[in-house]
């Protein structure tokens, strides 16, 4: 080799030295500047229902857990049973990432303050809660309180409206989607059957406007979804307070037209904005044969207060005291104007028999499995799991039409559908998955004839939600980026197959609830990724050498 090329040599060994020397440099700063930002974003578990109980919830942890996984966090779907999913967000214990989950559109929620105050209001986010997302802004619970104190309906709209402003910009869940209440029944033995918006067939008023068309006068209803629980200071889903109403009276029901209807209550009078003067319905007796009392009636508010029933904390909070003014009149006395106290308290609180209760050491660990109330039906028996049985109270000042009915458990939607086939049940308790509503609309061969499809526009919804008292869901940023990485398209296109409504970051009062709706909210309802990336890294996240996702420096 002559000089020149050794020369040449010399400076191609040079070149490649400085080479690797500047990419160990770059490496090394990248990395630095990695650890210098914060530590990596912790692992994260989406809790699910199983598939069997709610197919759409359990694939959208799917999805987003694998979302999460491409933008470089560790995170995993976690199917449990609906019940274990329950305890775990209403635990003491916060030990939980997120979890989907629903509120279902009972007809006492299309009042705005389930939604806003109840499941977003700092108060209620303690253990038992129903702000299970742990969510607390100052300015917020300012809007939640007074819209529950404005007694006129257009300037409490304004402020409802403005909530769901400030919801959708904090985003303190991922509402994934709404589903449309498809619901059948059995129209060769039954009719005259009304499908609430929320509610659906099974609702309070079925057993008074249903009509046998045969012999058979005891409804059977299907569920595959268990009743979490039938003691009414413990229970705290759906399932269990279909029936708990039907076995335990209220003050008032609401209508199907969302109208207050006197009921164990004869009437009331809003004596002021804080004094509510209610007059107990005369004659009324509980299952066991004893007189319903305006005793029973302060008993069971104060007991409720006292033993802390987070699950109805929101409506009970307004209350200073309950007194009984007379043989049959029991005044409230507020603490402040409380707009939904009709509404949402006198509504939703069960008469419990003190006769009963007040000698039970621990009224929230009873098991309540020879459960006396003075509703319409009375326990027969209750096997978890399988199936709750009632029958007529005849009792009843206004009795049922139906002799009774089942609750039975079926552990699928397909164990459903094939029941409905035989005609071994006569109507659901919840919305069909959308494959079997397409079954019975198609009806072939005419296996389906005897079944009457029906659909109601749902006003809950199902959401994701976050733990904000953990990392990475007390970082707003990542909360506005994680709500673009929700394929809401394939929640409703694929897996509703359309029967519902798309969801968005932060939404809370769903547009099928028309007048306190704010269509102007700007939620973040598109799937975008890259956008998701965006946001992440002007809020100061960044990516290690490994590809993990690494939190802002605090």
């Given at each position: ?10 400076l ?7 080479l690797?020397?500047?990419?160990l440099?770059v490496g090394?700063?990248?990395?630095s500047a990695a ?8 692992s ?8 069997e109980?709610?197919m759409v ?19 995993t ?5 609906f019940?274990?999913?329950l305890?775990?967000?209403?635990a ?22 389930m939604f806003?105050?109840s499941?977003n ?6 253990a ?8 607390r802004?100052?300015e ?6 007074a819209?529950r ?12 409206f ?8 904090d ?10 209440n498809?619901?059948?029944y ?10 609430i ?6 609702n ?16 059977r209803v299907?569920s595959?979804?268990n ?19 039907l ?22 009078d809003?004596?002021?904005?804080t ?13 066991d044969?004893e007189?319903v ?14 033993e802390?029933?987070?699950?109805f ?24 104007p ?8 006198l ?8 006769h ?8 929230a660990?009873?098991?309540n ?5 003075s ?13 709750l049985?009632?029958?007529?109270f005849?009792d009843y ?24 086939e ?6 659901v ?29 749902d006003?809950g919804?199902?959401?994701l ?48 609830n ?27 996240f960044?990516w ?7 939190m802002?420096?605090?």
């Amino acid at each position: 080799m002559n000089r020149s090329g050794k020369r040449q040599a010399w400076l191609y060994f040079v070149l490649a030295i400085a080479l690797l020397l500047t990419t160990l440099s770059v490496g090394s700063a990248q990395a630095s500047a990695a650890e210098g930002a914060g530590e990596v974003v912790p692992s994260v578990t989406i809790l699910s229902s199983l598939p069997e109980s709610n197919m759409v919830n359990y694939e959208m942890a799917i999805e987003v857990a694998e979302e999460l996984q491409k933008l470089g966090v560790d995170a995993t779907a976690q199917p449990i049973d609906f019940a274990v999913l329950l305890d775990t967000i209403y635990a003491e214990e916060y030990d939980y990432d997120a979890y989907t989950i629903g509120w279902s559109g009972r007809i006492e929620r299309l009042d705005p303050d389930m939604f806003i105050h109840s499941i977003n209001h700092s108060d209620n986010a303690n253990a038992g809660g129903n702000n299970t997302n742990r969510y607390r802004n100052p300015e917020f619970d300012a809007l939640a309180d007074a819209q529950r104190q404005e007694m006129d309906i257009d300037k409490r709209r304004e402020i409802v409206f403005e909530a769901q402003k400030m919801l959708a910009e904090d985003v303190p869940h991922v509402t994934l989607y709404s589903r449309a209440n498809m619901q059948t029944y059995n129209k060769e033995r039954f009719s005259d059957l009304i499908n609430i918006p929320g509610e659906g067939l099974f609702n309070e008023w079925t057993p008074f406007r249903i009509k046998p068309l045969t012999d058979q006068t005891t409804l059977r209803v299907a569920s595959n979804v268990n009743i979490d629980d039938i003691n009414p200071l413990s229970s705290k889903s759906v399932y269990g307070w279909r029936n708990l109403r039907l076995i335990y009276d209220k003050l008032v029901r609401l209508s199907p037209e969302i109208e207050p209807v006197p009921w164990a209550a004869s009437e009331w009078d809003i004596v002021s904005d804080t004094e509510i003067d209610v007059v107990l319905r005369e004659g009324m007796t509980f299952h066991d044969g004893e007189p319903v009392t305006v005793e029973d009636v302060k008993f069971s508010y104060e007991l409720f207060i006292n033993e802390k029933v987070e699950y109805f904390a929101s409506f009970l909070a307004p209350i200073d005291t309950v007194e009984i003014t007379g043989d049959n009149t029991v005044r409230f006395t507020l603490k402040y104007p409380y707009a939904p106290f009709i509404m949402n308290t006198l509504a939703q609180i069960p008469i419990l028999p003190k006769h009963v209760w007040e000698n039970i050491e621990n009224p929230a660990n009873y098991d309540n499995l020879d459960a006396i109330g003075s509703g319409p039906f009375k326990m027969v028996r209750f096997q978890t799991g399988e199936e709750l049985v009632v029958e007529r109270f005849d009792d009843y000042f206004d009795p049922p039409i139906i002799d009774g009915y089942i609750f039975q458990i079926f552990a699928s939607p397909e164990g459903v559908l094939s029941a409905l086939e035989l005609g071994t049940i006569d109507m659901v308790s919840y919305d069909l998955v959308p494959a079997h509503t397409e079954q019975i609309e198609n009806n072939e061969g005419g296996k389906y004839d005897h079944l009457e499809l029906t659909e109601a526009q749902d006003t809950g919804f199902f959401y994701l939600g976050l733990n904000l008292e953990k990392p990475p869901f007390n970082n707003k940023a990542f909360r506005v980026a994680l709500a673009h990485l929700v394929d809401y398209d394939l929640a409703l296109d694929v897996h509703l197959n359309g029967y519902g409504a798309r969801g968005g970051g932060g939404l809370v009062i769903v547009a099928a609830n028309e007048f306190w709706h704010n269509p102007e909210v700007p939620i973040y309802d598109t799937y975008d990724p890259e956008r998701a990336r965006e946001i992440l890294e002007e809020a100061g996240f960044t990516w290690n050498a490994q590809g993990k996702l690494v939190m802002p420096e605090e």
